[in-house]
């Protein structure tokens, strides 16, 4: 008979450090899935996420490309770490809000990180869960600033994009 398998050993399981996000979203989760437990506000919505971004040679954690146009926008001071093991593989990567593309980052992986605005964990047990883009039937993406499901660009159908201000000199 085979030894017992080791908690350790069960599954995907990932740490979460949230810094600076407040009151609520600040703290140290565990997350366990196949099957769902563990210390997080909302394990089953973020396991949900998770499985939902996960793509056969694709990373779900990479990091934005370098060379990548994105608006200069800022999300907040908040930041995250993720370490442990999914997908068999090993995870160490890092998430902040310094501009457009790495909010965006951030709020794909809502409600593995917390929501940045409005309520902090979406999902099931705050009763908001996440919105579903129509079109799709996947996740909506939403205004970084607002949490609101943002709108479709005129005759195409893709999301508005931010358009960065310039200052004119008096």
Do not use: K
Request: some cysteine.
């Amino acid at each position: 008979m085979p030894p017992p398998v080791r908690p350790e050993d069960q599954g995907d399981h990932l740490t979460v450090v949230v810094r600076h996000a407040g009151v609520g979203r600040d703290g140290r989760y565990d997350v366990r899935c196949h099957p769902e437990s563990g210390r997080h506000p909302d394990a089953a919505g973020a396991c949900r996420v998770l499985d939902e971004n996960t793509r056969w040679g694709r990373d779900p954690f990479a990091p934005v490309a370098p060379g990548t146009v994105c608006a200069m926008v800022h999300g907040g001071p908040a930041t995250a770490r993720i370490t442990g093991t999914w997908a068999g593989r090993p995870v160490d990567a890092t998430y902040d809000r310094g501009d457009g593309c790495r909010i965006a980052r951030w709020d794909h992986m809502v409600p593995l990180l917390p929501r940045i605005g409005g309520s902090a964990w979406a999902g099931p047990q705050n009763g908001s869960p996440a919105p579903v883009d129509p079109r799709t039937g996947g996740p909506a993406r939403t205004d970084p600033q607002t949490g609101n499901p943002a709108q479709a660009g005129p005759r195409t159908g893709t999301p508005l994009q931010a358009t960065p201000r310039t200052r004119t000199p008096v």
